[in-house]
């Protein structure tokens, strides 16, 4: 796209994207790090990879029982998974 432009164009667009940019609002890192670890911290309790989900409404729950056993399985991998 910028080989198409012209060297005016681009600066046209660069001064463009500049004025946008001194217009937004500027905060010290200091605030908006302490207001995200408080917002983070205030979250946990909804988190489900923080507290897990529920084994009834986990999407990913198997849903049903093997003929062989993870345990048996895993003694002896070479079995057939049924």
Known sequence: MARDMSDKEIL???LDQLQKEVK???M???VTAKELSDWVEGQVGEDPLVKG????????K???ESTLGREEW????????K
């Open 62 to 64: 198997e849903k049903g």
């Open 74 to 81: 895993f003694q002896n991998p070479s079995c057939e998974w």
């Open 24 to 26: 937004t609002e500027r």
């Open 12 to 14: 046209k667009m660069e």
């Open 28 to 30: 010290p890192v200091s």
């Open 53 to 60: 989900i529920p084994e009834d409404k986990n999407p990913y």
